[in-house]
């Protein structure tokens, strides 16, 4: 049994905190692990961790990379770009087929990354159930039976009385919904026979081939392809989900209820029912200081929040964003990302710091003519090789050691020490060290944008554009 | 008719945006002047400015200065120490008998300097009446008809019905209360013989001195001193509110009633109820983006504010510190002030950004071993002659020019070049130039407080500490 998770998602439900330059996934939103983490870790009680297999894309290759240190590097899919569920579940079967060599018969469980799940013990046990219903060629959603009308989910109806089915471990699903609305909702609740559609699968791969062959040839195409040809030509493929082609249209689909907890932090309003509240039903974490505050849920990050009276509200900072919302209108959120987006705003999708594969680097201070930056470099790493022709560039090292290279110069500095690096001219920035490298960099030029850079080299060290 | 203004509050009843080092009446809340200069505008319609006092203190002085820059510099009284409003116009009056030659019958206007009044010219009309009824020998103080049961104001009952005064310009003031609770304050509204106690006053300076030699011999006591004996024992005053002193137990005490609109922005919920409303009933200053809110004061500094769902909330953010309080309930920020006292947080008392003669720095980042500010020095301006013994500094100009003194050395350094100082050696930094000079300061040392500097002489060139 091989498990996929599936971690190219830039959820934006959680803005300000989850952005697309670093999503949901990826943090460590209910403990000291990451969503990503937590889901890998689930899986680990059945799967071993050599069979677990992450799609991802380019920019959070780096991010997998540091969450999962276990993961053999080239069990890190990229998707070239973003399409959906089928097309990420198609490149990851052939990946399975091609480069792993598994059997058609290799059963495949798909996980999302960003979802909270417990207990892992008995969700272990519904995954091994899972792999001997899949190898009797079925394909399996794993449904949540619903304990709210919920209209944030996606519904499961499934056929209760069934011969077939008789044991109850599992119904044949009959249909497939989108979010419904509060009245049907409370319908499918009442009815008894709806579950929550956890966005888990688990199928053989022979089934899930001729389940594309039948339902979505474009794809089905496609798997005759190489996984590099397919990769190569992954734009082509349909933005469409697997729900959507497949499940719903196949009559191989059952659904194991799942007598858990779960939870997909779809919002800050669901973040708040996973957390642990105090005496007043607040969730509270950063310099938090609530007066009469009841029911709220608060998350601070550098900055004192203090609160008076509020009620059933969700106050979350960061660097450069605020959102306070009603609790229950947190859904509204994606409405201020669009409009954020539709006016050009960097808070739509990027936090101050940018992590790069080297390290970060954070804005702290932005000016007509200067920009101050916080960088952090990782120990042994390195950035690129470039150059910027509008703007010179002070470093002093608050801590640690750094070689640079300036010009043809070759120089080391240390904490409490500087380096000028005048216009066009080639530098190169690297901690030699064995802690982290942490400079302040000051720009001053008459533009100071991210795309003023030449590289010529990148922190691998491979060339780049000529000069 | 002079007119004495007292601006030696530290308000932080607006916290988190007035705090001790940067208090309400030098805050521009409602426009483009600070409460200050809305205060002397508004005498000067009646008073001459030459015959306008402030009473301050010392940490406040560049503020009155640079806010009021028609006053000459000898009209800004400095209260040693905070001493309440009776001390403080004890010494008011002192200054103008000693200082200006005012004689006995001299009218004296006594201002708070940080609240709204308008119309202004109807307001100047009032000041002109109380002139001749304070010649008559009365002491004047000035109450507002209260339009509903507030229970954040102290009133005055007036005696009605008085044959001496069937004018109805002014009422016998017949009692002083503190601030009523809602009942009383219901009742007192009802009664329609209690204003609002506006804080202001007027008394020729014969009536005033015989209200303390009456009522507080302890003050009356300090006046038969010069002006500068009776500053240098400023301390010894008792701390005693001109109502407390003289007005609750002076038979000469009357009010004139303003029929104007009035209010001590005592609160954000009475900034809320002076500022004006979009549509939505909101008030919005800053980068905000209120979705489905109303009825909402929005203040933001820097960040991005984005609400959802609000009513009837107050929302201030600044650099810090970011309050969110339900409206009605604002009085209680005075518990988180307090709280954070007690804490020892800096946040109580004051702000990132520390205003000094010669200009003011910006802290913006803090670590383990090093400090980042950015530091604004006005044209023509220096700073002492110092030197810290656990901190190096990196300067890095951004814009103007620096002279700057390094041991021995004396250089200039402009906008993108560096200068750095070393532990333990005297500098000094200047802005030789015309433009305002912008630089970001690196410290680093295993101690990077404030306290860590040794001024030689201070920003006047005047010597200080020996070394």
């Known amino acids: 049994m091989k498990a996929i998770i599936l971690a190219g998602g830039s959820g934006t439900r959680l803005w300000p905190v989850s952005r697309k330059n670093y999503p949901k996934q990826f943090l460590k939103l209910n403990g000291s692990a990451s969503l990503l983490q937590q889901t890998a870790e689930r899986l680990t009680k059945t799967v071993s961790p050599e069979d677990i297999i992450v799609i991802t894309n380019n920019d959070y290759k780096f991010h997998v990379k540091s969450d999962l240190d276990f993961l053999p590097l080239e069990h890190i899919i990229l998707e070239p770009v973003g399409r959906n569920t089928a097309p990420a579940i198609a490149l990851g079967i052939k990946y399975c087929v091609e480069k792993l060599g598994c059997s058609e018969d290799e059963v495949i469980f798909i996980s999302p990354s960003d979802h909270v799940i417990k207990p892992a013990g008995k969700f272990a046990r519904y995954i091994n159930l899972s792999e001997k219903i899949a190898k009797a060629g079925h394909i399996i959603t794993f449904g949540i039976k619903p304990d709210r009308p919920e209209t944030g989910y996606g519904y499961i109806k499934v056929r209760s009385r069934n011969s077939e089915f008789r044991n109850q471990k599992y119904f044949k699903a009959e249909r497939f919904t989108e979010k419904p609305d509060a009245k049907t909702a409370t319908r499918y609740l009442k009815a008894g026979d709806y579950y929550w559609n956890s ?31 397919m990769a190569a030509n992954f734009k082509k493929m349909p933005d469409i989900s697997i729900d959507y082609a497949v499940m719903e249209k196949s009559d191989k689909v059952v659904t194991v209820p799942l007598d858990i907890y779960w939870n997909d ?27 009469d505050t009841r029911n709220t849920l608060i998350i601070g990050e550098k900055r004192l929040i203090s609160t008076i009276g509020l009620e059933d509200c969700l106050v979350v900072e960061t660097d450069d964003a605020i959102l306070i919302a009603k609790k229950g209108e947190a859904q509204k959120v994606k409405d201020i990302v669009n409009t954020l987006k539709k006016r050009g705003r960097r808070e739509a999708s990027e936090h101050l710091t940018t992590y790069r594969p080297w390290g970060s680097y954070t804005i702290l201070e932005e000016g007509p003519r200067y920009k101050i930056k916080r960088i952090v470099v990782n120990p042994y790493e390195k950035l690129s090789l470039q150059m910027h022709h509008h703007r010179s560039e002070h470093w002093v090292v608050v801590s640690g050691a750094a070689k640079v290279a300036i010009g043809d110069k070759k120089i080391f500095i240390h904490e409490n020490e500087s380096a000028y690096v005048p216009k066009s001219t080639l530098h190169r920035l690297e901690n030699p060290g064995k802690v982290p490298l942490e400079m302040i960099e000051v720009q001053n030029g008459e533009y100071v944008g991210e795309d003023d850079i030449v590289r010529v080299e990148d922190h691998y060290g491979r060339k780049h554009e000529k000069l």
Not at 204 to 223: D, N, S
């Open 199 to 229: 966005g888990m699968f688990a199928f053989c791969i022979k089934t899930m081939i001729e389940g594309f062959q039948r339902h979505v040839p474009q794809i089905a195409k496609m798997l005759d392809m190489s996984f590099d040809e």
């Open 265 to 291: 932090i779809g919002s800050w309003d669901s973040l708040y029912d996973v957390l642990d509240k105090d005496k007043n039903g607040n969730v509270s974490a950063g310099d938090v200081l609530p007066i």
